[in-house]
């Protein structure tokens, strides 16, 4: 299976990163509904991960970590299989929380990510090199390449 994984490289130090993130994730022209959560409801997910950097005092660095997961244009794959996919990589990260929808306003399905890099469970902060590394080894075992 060909497939692209990529951290998106802005810088989220803002106030308002999460919710404009958050909005371009949820957009309707972008996906047909399919937006799921992990650790957090995905209506309420802005205010859950704000709750959570407040709780262990993070107000410095980057308020999310936003990466994308690309299939090829050739592949034969639907939107609810791209779903399923995202929910069982969202999953992977245990002690985070995350929001994720599928877009298919390109020539190829993707799914966007939106991690709080805050952990829920200890205040333990995870970098874009660690969640690069542990979505290209979940990709690798999803999609045995």
């Known amino acids: 299976m060909q497939y692209h994984t990529k951290i998106v490289k802005n810088t989220y130090k803002?106030?308002?990163?999460?919710?404009?993130?958050?909005?371009?994730?949820?957009?309707?022209?972008?996906?047909?509904?399919?937006?799921g959560g992990h650790n957090v409801i995905p209506d309420n997910a802005v205010s859950m991960m704000e709750l959570i950097q407040q709780l262990y005092f993070f107000d410095?660095?980057?308020?999310l970590i936003h990466f994308i997961l690309s299939f090829s244009p050739e592949m034969i794959i639907d939107e609810n299989e791209v779903f399923q996919y995202a929910m069982v990589?969202?999953?992977?990260?245990?002690?985070?929380?995350?929001?994720y929808s599928v877009?298919?306003?390109?020539?190829?399905?993707?799914?966007?990510?939106?991690?709080?890099?805050?952990?829920?469970?200890?205040?333990?902060?995870?970098?874009?090199?660690?969640?690069?590394?542990?979505?290209d080894e979940k990709c690798k075992i999803l999609f045995r390449a």
């Open 14 to 35: 803002d106030d308002l990163a999460l919710n404009n993130v958050y909005k371009y994730i949820t957009d309707k022209n972008k996906t047909d509904g399919l937006i």
């Open 60 to 63: 410095y660095g980057d308020k």
């Open 89 to 99: 990589i969202a999953s992977s990260f245990t002690d985070h929380q995350m929001v």
């Open 103 to 135: 877009h298919n306003d390109k020539d190829h399905l993707h799914i966007h990510f939106m991690l709080n890099p805050v952990s829920f469970k200890n205040g333990n902060i995870i970098g874009q090199a660690e969640v690069k590394r542990h979505l």
